[in-house]
């Protein structure tokens, strides 16, 4: 059995990790959002809001850094740029 994952394989599991970033940080905005309300601005609701919306655009901001410089990035270099020139 072969030890190399197909494309399709890694682009799912790439897609798992920024739909598990995307809960995370939502949930870590939402809940600073929910403290500050309640601890500085006499529970008004934007704060709540506002950082929900933080935590969505930071994990798209790095979703879409990570599905765009996934394949850019060589996995090995090649031979003859590894060797040393004199």
């Known amino acids: ?3 190399s994952q197909s ?3 890694t682009l799912n599991y790439q897609w798992d990790v920024c739909l598990s970033n995307m809960v995370v940080q939502s949930g870590i905005g939402l809940g ?6 309640v601890l500085f601005f006499r529970r008004a609701a934007w704060p709540v809001w506002g950082g929900l919306g933080f935590g969505l655009g930071k994990s798209y901001a790095d979703s879409n850094a990570r599905l765009r410089t996934f394949h850019a ?6 031979a003859s740029s590894t060797q040393k020139k004199d």
């Open 7 to 9: 494309s399709e394989q």
């Open 73 to 78: 990035i060589p996995k090995q270099l090649p």
């Open 1 to 3: 059995m072969s030890t």
């Open 32 to 37: 600073a959002g929910i403290v500050s309300s």
